[in-house]
């Protein structure tokens, strides 16, 4: 027979007293109370029970004839710390009282005591007894768990995490034997990895057989017990005998083992249990998500309680995720989550420390408790920051700290009176553990496990109003419950609402319309029968919507032994994590599409560059029949359409290059408005609200003139029969608090806002998420590439500023641009070109391009405006061409990505030669800084492909006459 669990043992109790008869009624009352009672009147007698088996609780006479109680209670606290002892006496004595509670005692009553007051103060007593133990457990566990990371972290093996692991066990759980099996590659074996057999045992074994046991590799279909134990997935306790002994049988069918060792073996079985007299075999299927992994087995000559199948159960729930680490690299940083998960979540302040007492891990609970963030306390010592003063405020030397001693000794303390230091300076009252980090017999350092004790100090204090104690408390449990972020709610069996934390009232109410003590149908649409059910496949969640929030949903049954007594739900509102995920996600799209675009654009600009070139010269007047003359025309029309979609692209990945200048926006905007009452529909009015002062920011005119263009065009769509369009421009400020909605940072701070507010239909809820992403359009197709807030959005953040939209159905839409201000003077604005080519005089102008029809095109525009061209199909052909001409070379046009030497390497190369030639820089690939160096540097002027030949004209005209002057 097989069992998941011992029956959990019952808390021991024991009295002392001379008086027989009172031994026996105190006996039978506790008793009553499911607990197990022990009662001496030999003091001696009880204090060696006690010092074998540690019980919870002593109820110690203080008047016992052969030695006083306050003396025997200095004794049971020596060779048993953990044991609480409450001093009973028919005798008040005030100094007796303090003398008892000064030894450690829990509590002191008085003869005929109050029998509900005795027995919440021994039920008290037990709870602080099991909470010392389970705290002390927890942090051996916690170290081990530590120790077998860092382990697995250092590259140890296998056979060396089992070794680290058994030995521990063996320590802590008495078993003698501990074994892991994995799951062979076809799937259809266990094969032992190791076994910590213990050397007696495998000598007589060894004996008893006549040879070595080889390595095993039990075959699946074959075995009998170990199937059902993976099929359930949980740690299976066996303690039957013939169990046991059907597992023995198991390694009998093994092909592994020799065909004559087979019959011996199985011959053996019996003698080979009496030999190791196995009480109990505990085995754990090691499963990674679905996959098993393998199988854990610890044997021991004891049975294993409740508890301590718990504690080996998280061990193996550890070794997975370490075997699971170390067969499949890609899932350790779940692993590593996971592990972070468990100790972020537990009650308890746990803190790393390394050698020299330098914080190397912070959970979130003690932060909380020290008052301090987590990225203060990391790489910082620990003793001057929060262990430095005794709670009167005394001076603590490191050399009396427990801590650093355990960090020089590698000695575990626990401490359960001392105080740390919260960052505002008051002290936190605190019992603490502090193990060590030992590998390989070295301290690596240690971990501090530990608790905010003020509530049982306050207990303590208050020990004669044990009833309004008692209610204190609960209310402190339900402050505790309003503390959790998360809201948490207790349900009986038939669904109705038992408790309840503030957050989850509040969602109760949004949810289901309910409060405590109403019967939960659904919550959102969702069947409560269901959200009760595991979510199907690997979900840990069940997932809840309500309006524009998202809930994550899940449930536990509460059970006692075999009955049910309800659910425990917990409900997370997830609804901002999911907005920061989408924008995340969406950070990531823009910036692959970027990447993408950026590597595209030197290509692609250089064919449209061929194109527009070739185009021009087409259309020379006179040259051209009227009909091949309209086709021209289209083609650059064509052209312009796609440099406008390249620039676009490059807009809103950010990978535009920007010439940005100081420009009052009142003075700038006034412009703008003036260019949209000339664009837009005579049906669209527009209003314009300047800020009456000046309000200077550096801004990309072209660039800011486009996004400006695409949010007023935005509005004209949205206006079909005509409407109002209103932009303002004010100057405010936010606070830390407000977040822009577009790109999840902070607005705080002071901007320049420029408001742009349509009365058009506004914008449906579902598209607001999806409004700045490239290529989301909502027009028909053919009406538009999705491409115009998507660069809106680009430029805003190439102008370190953001854009944000608010907008509700049929009232409207308003798109704010917020820009930073600047301190400084406005720059003029600049010129407009007239639409004019200027020619040449036959000046010889150097071309450097690698593409050969790049350099064919540029070459005949050039020989097209009078120019004598010189060309050089990179930066070190160019040099050699300087040398040659250099009284005849009167510019240098180059592009900038070439091969051998490009275009910066050119540049250079002429200031270290001392040409005085100006220089243009034709790219067709987005490379702001480099440009901007470059300009700062003395590069005299650069554009981008396809150049227009008008623009191309002035900008060689002007460098040349300004070359000649200079």
């Not at 070295?442 to 501090?448: H, N, P, R, T």
């Not at 194109?611 to 029949?625: C, E, F, M, N, S």
């Not at 206006?719 to 932009?727: A, D, E, S």
């Amino acid at each position: 027979m097989m069992n998941q669990n011992s029956p959990t043992p019952k808390t021991t109790i024991v009295v002392i007293d001379d008086d027989p008869g009172f031994g026996r009624t105190l006996t039978d009352i506790l008793q009553t109370r499911d607990l197990h009672v022990l009662a001496f009147r030999d003091p001696q007698a009880a204090l060696e029970l006690i010092q074998k088996n540690k019980p919870a609780v002593a109820l110690i006479d203080l008047r016992l004839p052969k030695i006083s109680g306050l003396v025997l209670l200095e004794q049971i606290k020596d060779c048993s710390p953990d044991t609480e002892c409450i001093l009973l006496t028919g005798y008040a004595s005030q100094e007796s009282a303090i003398a008892a509670i000064n030894l450690g005692a829990f509590s002191y009553l008085q003869k005929p005591y109050d029998l509900e007051q005795l027995i919440i103060t021994v039920q008290q007593a037990a709870h602080k007894h099991q909470s010392a133990i389970s705290l002390r457990q927890r942090t051996a566990d916690l170290a081990l768990l530590n120790r077998l990371n860092h382990a697995a972290n250092r590259g140890a093996s296998t056979k060396d995490l089992i070794n680290i692991l058994s030995q521990a066990v063996k320590e802590n759980f008495h078993v003698f034997a501990t074994s892991l099996y994995l799951l062979t590659p076809d799937h259809n074996h266990l094969e032992i990895v190791h076994t910590s057999l213990e050397d007696m045992f495998r000598d007589k074994l060894r004996q008893l057989i006549g040879m070595e046991v080889p390595p095993v590799r039990l075959p699946l279909q074959r075995l009998r017990v170990i199937p059902a134990m993976i099929e359930r997935r949980h740690p299976t306790l066996m303690q039957d005998p013939e169990e046991i002994m059907r597992w023995l049988e198991d390694f009998t069918e093994t092909k592994s083992l020799p065909d004559n060792l087979r019959p011996i073996m199985r011959k053996q079985i019996p003698q080979v249990a009496r030999l190791l007299n196995l009480a109990a075999v505990l085995f754990i299927p090691l499963f990674a998500e679905d996959e098993l992994l393998g199988l854990l087995d610890f044997t021991s000559q004891r049975p294993f309680s409740a508890s301590a199948v718990k504690r080996l159960g998280r061990f193996g729930e550890q070794l997975t995720a370490i075997l699971q680490r170390k067969q499949a690299e890609e899932a350790l940083a779940r692993i590593s989550y996971q592990n972070e998960l468990i100790l972020n979540t537990m009650a308890e302040g746990i803190l790393g420390l390394d050698v020299l007492g330098r914080h190397t891990f912070v959970n979130p609970t003690a932060a909380r408790l020290l008052g301090y963030g987590a990225e203060e306390l990391l790489g910082k010592p620990s003793h001057s920051l929060w262990h430095h003063s005794h709670a009167d405020g005394s001076a603590y030397p490191e050399e009396e700290c427990p801590i650093y001693r355990t960090l020089e000794q590698g000695t575990v303390h626990t401490v359960s009176d001392d105080v740390f230091w919260r960052k505002d300076s008051t002290a936190v009252p605190v019992e603490y553990t502090c193990a060590p980090l030992i590998e390989e017999g070295e301290i690596i350092g240690a971990v501090l496990v530990f608790r905010d004790i003020s509530e049982r100090l306050h207990s303590e204090a208050q020990l004669k109003r044990l009833l309004q104690q008692v209610s204190a408390q609960s209310q402190q449990l339900s402050e505790v419950m309003d503390a959790v972020p998360e809201g948490v709610i207790f349900l009986d069996n038939d669904h109705y609402v038992l408790l309840a934390n503030r957050v989850a009232k509040d969602n109760l109410k949004l949810l289901a319309d309910a409060s405590v003590g109403s019967q939960l149908q659904k919550l959102g649409r969702v069947p409560i029968d269901e959200l009760l059910t595991p979510p199907q496949g690997k979900e840990r969640w069940h997932e809840v919507r309500y309006a524009d929030r998202i809930f994550e949903v899940t449930a536990r049954p509460i059970s006692t032994e075999s009955q049910q007594q309800g659910w425990v739900m917990v409900l997370d509102d997830v609804t901002q994590e999911r907005i920061i995920q989408q924008q995340i996600q969406q950070q990531e799209r823009l910036a692959a599409i970027g990447q993408l675009a950026a590597g595209i654009a030197h290509d692609f600009n250089n064919i449209l560059a061929v194109i527009v070139l070739y185009a021009k010269l087409g259309l020379r007047p006179g040259d051209t029949p009227p009909v091949v003359a309209d086709y021209l025309q289209t083609i650059l029309d064509q052209t312009q359409r796609a440099s406008n979609l390249i620039q676009q692209i490059l807009d809103f990945s950010r990978r535009s290059v920007m010439e940005r200048q100081a420009i009052d926006l009142n003075r700038f905007l006034g412009s703008q408005v003036d260019l949209l009452r000339r664009t837009l529909p005579e049906s669209i009015e527009i209003r314009w609200t300047p800020l009456g002062r000046q309000a200077m920011a550096k801004i990309d005119i072209t660039r800011l003139q486009q996004a400006i263009l695409n949010i007023a065009m935005n509005a004209r769509d949205a206006m079909v029969g005509g409407g109002q369009l209103t932009i303002a421009l004010n100057t405010i400020t936010i606070d830390d608090s407000e977040k822009c909605p577009t790109c999840g940072q902070s607005l705080a701070g002071t901007w320049h806002a420029i408001s742009f507010s349509d009365t058009g239909e506004g914008i449906d809820p579902q598209i607001m998420p999806h409004l700045f992403e490239p290529f989301f359009t909502t027009k028909e197709s053919g009406h538009g590439t999705g491409l115009g807030l998507a660069q809106v959005f680009g430029i805003m953040k190439q102008h370190e500023g953001h854009i944000r939209v608010q907008s509700r159905p049929g009232e409207g839409a308003t798109f704010t641009m917020f820009l930073p201000p600047i301190a400084t003077t406005a720059e003029p604005l600049p010129e407009v070109i007239d639409d004019v080519i200027i020619t040449g005089n036959g000046e010889t102008v150097l071309v450097v391009e690698d593409d050969d029809m790049v350099l064919e095109a540029l070459t005949l525009t050039l020989e097209d405006l009078n120019y004598r061209v010189l060309s050089a199909p990179h930066g070190r052909k160019a040099l050699q061409l300087l040398e040659q001409h250099r009284s005849e070379i009167m510019l240098v046009i180059s592009d900038m990505v070439m091969p051998i030497m490009g275009g910066k390497a050119l540049f250079y190369a002429l200031k270290e030669r001392n040409f005085n030639i100006p220089m243009i820089i034709i790219t067709g690939h987005p490379m702001e800084d480099e440009l901007d160096q470059l300009r700062r540097e003395g590069l005299d002027d650069w554009m981008l492909k396809p150049p227009d030949p008008q623009v191309l004209s002035q900008k060689i005209a002007h460098h040349i006459r300004r070359g000649r002057s200079g």
